[in-house]
């Protein structure tokens, strides 16, 4: 089944994962397959994984990341409630080398991949790879702590292939306030965007860059739809109804994603989808099912895909990597979603809305 419906994703930290190895040609483990993480190109082959949103990550400085692979405490996580402090802003000097750091591997991957994978910089990019089976990449920013006042790095980043922002991780920028880890809880839950944050969204606007909404409180997330002319997208959050954590979106904010014919990518971290909250692996697939039906009934068929979080968050325990994707296929099917919604779901839909920013 895995040839027929090919899975474009709304959000992966491969790049973090190889970033942290901290050696030289770590594109080549990509590449080769070091079989490590969640994702590398054999096994992104061997998945039917089309492609996605490659995020460029800034790790927290509070993290130390030689003894911590994972962004966030994942043991704080598993109490029956939980808010988890916001790390301290980054200054733009420290996270811009970090950045292109990420890009440089990035890149590296798709000059040594020899034509396997492509970074798509415009709308036929994405339909040139997707039908030449390249593995299609939108380079995604989270937290845009690299973009300084002036928008100067916006406009380098945006040269080398920069499509896709989101203003802030759970963390303070100088463009707004991330949502903390918090458990239960509305989102609402700060300031939203700063000035500077409001001249981002709108510079994203001109330049054809995708503003995702994921890691927003809520003031940040209307401050946005208020200004922003593009559909409004969250890569990787899931339903608030089923699971109230401040990372998860409320039924007023589906209604706004719908408006703007925007989208949702459906995350598999178990804090994000259990009722409970809690980060722990042994979580129901089934559960991945019921967040996707949710969201087809409040948004449409045509308004919800894929938002994995691999090489960023725990997976349940049946999602060992990329490769466990088919059991999520094969759930989806038994459920009873038709060949054409699966087409959506896993790839066209992604394809479409991005088709629609990103010129
Ligand atoms: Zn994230």
């Given at each position: 089944?895995?040839?027929?419906?090919?899975?474009f994703?709304?959000h992966n930290?491969?790049?973090?994962?190889?970033?942290?190895?901290?050696k030289?040609?770590?594109?080549?483990?990509?590449?080769?397959?070091?079989?490590?993480?969640?994702?590398?190109?054999?096994?992104?082959v061997?998945?039917?994984?089309?492609?996605?949103?490659?995020?460029?990550?800034?790790?927290?400085?509070?993290?130390?990341i030689?003894?911590s692979?994972?962004?966030?405490?994942?043991?704080?996580?598993?109490n029956?409630?939980?808010?988890?402090?916001?790390p301290?802003?980054?200054?733009?000097?420290?996270?811009?080398?970090i950045?292109?750091?990420?890009?440089?591997?990035?890149?590296?991957?798709?000059k040594?991949s020899?034509?396997?994978?492509?970074?798509?910089?415009?709308?036929?990019?994405?339909?040139?790879?997707?039908?030449?089976?390249?593995?299609?990449?939108i380079?995604h920013?989270?937290?845009?702590?690299?973009?300084?006042?002036?928008?100067n790095?916006?406009?380098?980043?945006?040269n080398?292939?920069?499509?896709?922002?989101g203003?802030?991780?759970?963390r303070?920028?100088?463009?707004?306030?991330?949502?903390?880890?918090?458990?239960?809880?509305s989102p609402?839950t700060?300031?939203?965007?700063t000035?500077?944050?409001?001249?981002?969204i709108?510079?994203?606007?001109?330049?054809g860059?995708?503003?995702?909404?994921?890691?927003?409180?809520?003031?940040g997330f209307?401050?946005?739809?208020?200004?922003?002319s593009?559909?409004l997208?969250?890569t990787?959050?899931?339903?608030?109804?089923i699971c109230?954590?401040?990372?998860?979106?409320?039924d007023?904010?589906?209604?706004?994603?719908k408006?703007?014919?925007?989208?949702?990518?459906?995350?598999?971290a178990?804090a994000?989808?259990?009722?409970?909250?809690?980060?722990?692996?042994d979580?129901?697939?089934?559960?991945?099912?019921k967040?996707?039906?949710y969201?087809?009934?409040?948004?449409?068929?045509?308004?919800?895909?894929f938002?994995?979080?691999?090489?960023?968050a725990?997976?349940?325990?049946?999602?060992?990597?990329?490769?466990?994707?088919?059991?999520?296929?094969l759930?989806?099917k038994?459920?009873?979603?038709?060949?054409?919604?699966?087409?959506k779901?896993?790839q066209?839909?992604w394809?479409?809305l991005?088709?629609?920013?990103?010129?």
């Open positions: 089944m895995e040839n027929i419906y090919k899975i994703d709304g930290d491969v790049l973090f994962r190889l970033y942290l190895k901290n030289k040609n770590a594109e080549l483990d990509f590449i080769n397959g070091d079989n490590e993480g969640h994702l590398d190109l054999p096994r992104i061997k998945a039917g994984f089309s492609g996605g949103f490659f995020a460029i990550y800034i790790p927290s400085q509070e993290v130390n030689v003894s692979d994972t962004p966030i405490r994942y043991d704080d996580m598993k029956d409630s939980y808010e988890l402090p916001l301290k802003e980054i200054a733009t000097d420290i996270a811009l080398p950045a292109l750091e990420k890009v440089a591997i990035l890149s590296a991957i798709e040594k020899i034509g396997k994978i492509k970074i798509c910089k415009s709308s036929k990019d994405l339909t040139d790879a997707i039908s030449n089976n390249q593995i299609a990449v380079m920013i989270e937290g845009a702590e690299c973009i300084d006042k002036d928008f790095n916006l406009e380098l980043l945006f080398l292939g920069l499509r896709s922002i203003p802030v991780w759970s303070p920028t100088i463009f707004g306030h991330g949502v903390p880890f918090k458990f239960p809880s609402d700060g300031e939203g965007l000035d500077i944050g409001k001249e981002l709108r510079h994203c606007n001109r330049m860059i995708i503003i995702d909404l994921s890691h927003l409180n809520e003031k209307w401050d946005t739809a208020k200004i922003s593009s559909p997208v969250a990787h959050s899931n339903v608030h109804a109230p954590h401040t990372r998860n979106l409320t007023k904010q589906l209604d706004a994603i408006d703007t014919d925007g989208m949702v990518g459906v995350n598999f178990p994000f989808l259990r009722t409970d909250g809690k980060m722990l692996a979580t129901e697939l089934e559960l991945i099912i967040h996707f039906d969201l087809i009934e409040h948004l449409g068929e045509n308004r919800v895909g938002g994995s979080d691999f090489d960023g725990l997976m349940p325990n049946q999602i060992k990597d990329v490769t466990d994707l088919n059991k999520i296929r759930l989806m038994s459920h009873g979603y038709n060949h054409e919604l699966m087409k779901l896993c066209d839909n394809i479409k991005a088709q629609k920013i990103i010129n």
